[in-house]
């Protein structure tokens, strides 16, 4: 750096230093503007260009303003907007009558830094024109602007800034774009309001639509700014709170390089999730989608927030197999009567104030107009008006050197300005306009107004300040004019927020506390039309201010899919777990992220996608499939089943048979066999067998209390009386024939009492046994589900509350036997003549196999076999015994009759 330029940057820095105190504009800060003078004066800021030049300050110089890039002809159209409500509210005798209305128009090309730059010089330059004092451009540098409301932005991260400042000056700031949450606060921005909802609601909107289609695997992307970083924070919690889960987020930076750009179409390439819920503006999604248009990427299905959701931008025929089938949130539409004849007037001129104008036809047309004028003449002007101020204040520095200084800066500024203009006019050439060019031959974002959405919130916007403003100047009807003819900011603030009345579509337009509009939307569907065009249908609506479960309507019938498909796509991370199954969570992975288990036995679910499985009530089990509970079906031994009636029809031949050799018996007392058999004992046996046979019977049947207790007891006493009887014939036996003196003393000593005695001695403990379990712990019927899994039957049964009382009824009777076996088997050499001992051997030896045998059967035995198994063991020994005692003498009784004499009774030994 040298001397001249520390020079020209000293000169600088103190005219910046003494024209600031005083609020003078300094050099070219003033900025392209639509101006229309009135009573009242309302500003706009409009991103009418989109693309900021990026600029670095060296700090050594003073900043240049660069021109912005990329001209938006649908924010044009909303500026145009602005200017048609205000023209149309100055026709309207019946809304403020007698004050003409003027705007302030800026371009805030949708960025920070820039929005601020157009929001200062929209608020300093009314001062232009009206000689202030010095004390008053002191008083009033931003207090005193006549601006008394602004009307913009359109991003929230310049809204935020701009209301930001408007706030602590209670200048009102309404948007009709700007959608964030986070502007609700009234603490920091209170001079805010919007003719837009809050995305607060779109977001409730967008997580119910997303959950009602039984997406839970979604991706989302998003941009740095406020609108992006707070929906989609709102959207991914209450999503998550619904059990869904994100596959990923992506965020496109301000300025992406292609590597970005590249990994990010990568990762939307290769996901499982077939569903992206985007929040950002169509600028910001252009790149992106372009390099998934040239991948030829298909499938995804987006979900669209109301920035970009009908921008025509993204209507090009590149995009189309891309995102055709998006569906999105969007503002009502209407038709605005006269609008499009009003923006079909706008004609190229060159004089000053038309410049947004040239921009939108050399857009529109793509050609270039070449007008008398020279198109740097703004700028050019804008350096001479900061000579001329500095004229005006050159008593004020230092030393006259520093305004030679200046005036070489400024000439050399103004000759790189036309050097850039001509630079960047040189670098494509296009056809010359003619100026005669017909709009409406023009398919455009500009002309197409059939149902406009952002242009009725600017519509809306102008009307409510008017309303407010109708109110606080306290206008009367027609012709009455108003009281007032002044207005400040604060006070048109208070009357802003209390504005409510209906207007020509029957909206009614107010603001709640917060500021907000009623909650209203449309939902949007891109569909190609039989033209290969791309066409917004609305296919539903979404009202917040209504109960919950009337909010979305949706005409499902309607929606063209992503793909031009009929059907729902499918965006699911794991498919859903059908009833009868339970979700499993993979470690380390979402929640929706899965495997399915089927439900245990006895366990159910009967809904899609269950965490856990139900465990069926007591006495239910689950069906097959394990979706509902079933009552038990009782599961017993019945006299209808087939093995029912094959174990009755044993005893009851058991009976017949034991009958029959009772009849036998009694007929033939007086044989020589039946007497020598001790026909007393005899009797009594066949009794018991028919007792055994008869207790059978008892297990046959649905358990009931009186059974359970008796069919152990009947059992456990027959038997043993049974035992205690051959226990005293083989007794009689031995005696009998080891005696060596006929008549002996033996015989004598063991007579008919002693043995009725012996009899009674033996049945007596397992009676007394019986008689202590069956009152102090007695068989109770139980429905046992133990086997309800396999079966699906519960086994009603006699549940025994001390085991220990039946093994010992089953012992005692083991103990008789096997003193009965023992006292036989030393009879087995007896004369063969009369073999009472070893055919008593030899029936003691099947009772004691089958009951040996019964024990492991027993347990083993499932459900109602384990009482069939008892059944049996009891038939088995029974016909045991009664076979091999009484059949032989049956035989030599019936049909060998000459054997029944006394003499062959006994014979004699070898």
């Known amino acids: 750096m040298g001397p001249l330029s520390d020079l020209r940057t000293e000169g ?14 300094l050099g070219n800060s003033e900025l392209l503007a639509l101006r229309s003078e009135g009573d009242v004066i309302i500003g706009g800021l409009f991103p009418v260009h989109y693309l900021v030049p990026n600029s670095r300050d060296t700090y ?29 509210i100055n026709r309207n005798p019946a809304l403020l009558p007698g004050v003409r209305l003027g705007y302030h128009i800026m371009d805030c090309c949708d960025h920070i830094h820039t929005s601020l730059r157009a929001l200062l010089s929209l608020l300093t330059h009314s001062m232009k024109g009206q000689n202030p004092s010095a004390e008053d451009r002191k008083r009033r540098c931003l207090t005193g602007s006549p601006i008394t409301a602004v009307i913009g932005l359109a991003s929230s991260s310049p809204t935020g800034a701009i209301a930001h400042i408007l706030g602590p000056f209670s200048i009102p700031l309404v948007s009709y774009f700007a959608t964030c949450a986070c502007l609700t606060d009234k603490h920091t921005y209170p001079s805010f309001l919007r003719t837009v909802p809050s995305d607060l609601f779109q977001v409730r909107g967008l997580v119910e639509l997303v959950h009602f289609f039984g997406w839970n695997w979604v991706g989302t992307l998003g941009t ?28 496109i930076p301000q300025s992406p390089t292609l590597v970005e750009i590249g990994a990010m179409a990568d990762t939307l390439q290769s996901s499982k999730a077939k569903v992206v819920v985007a929040f950002a503006s169509e ?53 605005i009567p006269g609008l ?146 002044t207005s400040k900011p604060k006070e048109l603030l208070g009357y802003l927020k209390m504005v409510n009345f209906t207007n020509q ?201 009186w059974t359970c207790r008796l069919r152990q007891a009947a ?3 027959s038997f043993v009386l049974c035992l205690s009887c051959l226990l005293v014939k083989t007794v009689v036996v031995l005696l009998a024939f080891r005696s060596t003196v006929p008549g002996s003393g033996a015989m004598k000593a063991f ?27 007695p068989p109770f019927p139980f429905r046992n589900p133990t086997y309800q899994a396999s079966t699906g039957k519960i086994v009603v049964e006699c549940r025994e509350p001390w085991p220990a009382g039946f093994y010992l009824v089953l012992g005692y009777i083991g103990l008789l036997a096997s003193l009965c076996l023992l006292l036989a088997f030393l009879g087995r050499k007896l004369p063969d003549t009369f073999n009472e001992a070893k055919l008593i051997t030899f029936s003691m030896i099947i009772f004691c196999a089958v009951w040996l045998s019964f024990i492991p059967a027993h347990v083993s035995s499932p459900g109602k076999f384990t009482v069939a198994v008892e059944i049996f063991a009891i038939l088995a020994s029974s016909f045991g015994l009664l076979l091999c005692i009484f059949v032989p003498k049956c035989f030599i009784i019936l049909v060998r009759p000459e054997n029944n004499v006394k003499k062959r009774m006994i014979k004699s030994p070898r």
């Open 715 to 717: 059992f456990g006493v």
């Open 283 to 335: 600028v910001q999604l252009q790149e992106l989608f372009s390099e998934l248009a040239a991948r030829n990427v298909t499938g995804i299905q987006w979900v669209a927030s109301e920035s970009w959701v009908t921008a025509n931008l993204l209507t090009a025929p590149q995009f189309h197999l891309l995102l055709q089938g998006t569906l999105g949130f969007s503002f009502p539409g209407v038709y």
């Open 224 to 251: 740095p700014d406020d609108y992006s970083r707070y929906g989609i924070q709102a959207f991914s919690h209450q999503f998550r709170q619904l059990g869904g889960c994100l596959a990923y987020h992506l965020t």
């Open 60 to 88: 050594n110089s003073k900043p240049q303003n660069q021109p912005c890039n990329g001209f938006d002809d649908r924010a044009f159209r909303w500026m145009m907007t602005m200017i048609f409500a205000v023209e149309e």
């Open 12 to 25: 600088v820095r103190d005219i910046g230093v003494s024209l600031l105190s005083e609020c003078v504009i």
């Open 340 to 485: 499009r004849e009003f923006l079909l007037k706008v004609r190229p001129k060159a004089e000053p104030g038309f410049e947004f104008h040239n921009m939108l036809w050399e857009e529109l047309f793509d050609c270039r107009l070449e007008l008398t004028a020279d198109p740097s003449n703004t700028n050019a002007n804008d350096f001479d008006r900061i000579i001329e101020q500095y004229d005006q204040h050159e008593s004020k520095l230092n030393t006259k050197s520093h305004y030679s200084t200046l005036k070489t800066y400024v000439g050399e500024m103004r000759m790189l300005q036309i050097s850039a203009h001509e630079n960047t006019t040189g670098a494509r050439e296009r056809p010359v306009c003619t100026g005669s060019e017909d709009l409406s031959n023009v398919h455009s974002s500009y002309t197409e107004v059939s149902k406009v959405r952002i242009s009725y919130n600017v519509y809306k916007a102008v009307y409510a300040i008017a309303h407010a403003l109708h109110n606080l100047l306290e206008c009367g009807s027609v012709g009455a004019g108003c009281k007032r003819n």
């Open 505 to 705: 579509f029957g909206e009614k337009v107010q603001f709640d506390d917060n500021g907000e509009p009623v909650p209203l939307y449309d939902i949007i569907n891109r569909q190609k039309d039989s033209k290969g065009e791309i066409r917004f249908v609305k296919v539903g609506s979404y009202d917040g201010s209504v109960p919950m479960d009337q909010q979305l309507q949706l005409n499902q019938s309607k929606i063209v899919w992503t793909g031009g498909l009929s059907e729902v796509p499918v965006s699911l991370c794991s498919h859903p777990c059908p009833p009868g199954s339970r979700q499993a969570r993979r470690p380390g992975e979402p929640q929706c992220c899965f495997d399915c288990l089927p439900c245990a036995d006895g366990e159910i679910s009967n809904q899609t996608d269950s965490t856990e499985c139900i465990k069926c009530p007591e006495y239910h089990w689950s069906d097959k499939r394990k979706v509902k509970c079933v009552a038990g079906v009782d599961d017993f031994l019945s006299m209808y089943d087939t093995m029912g009636v094959i174990l009755i029809t044993l005893s009851l031949l058991g009976v017949v048979m034991t009958t029959v050799i009772t009849t036998v018996f009694h007929r033939f007392r007086t044989t020589p066999l039946v007497r020598a058999n001790n026909s007393e004992i005899s009797f009594l046996l066949l009794v018991s067998l028919k007792l055994c046979f008869l207790c059978s019977l008892a297990f046959i049947g649905k358990p009931s209390t």
């Open 751 to 777: 007579g008919p009492s002693q043995q009725r005695t012996l009899i009674l001695c033996t049945t007596a403990p397992q009676v007394c046994l019986c008689a202590g379990w069956l009152s102090a712990a």
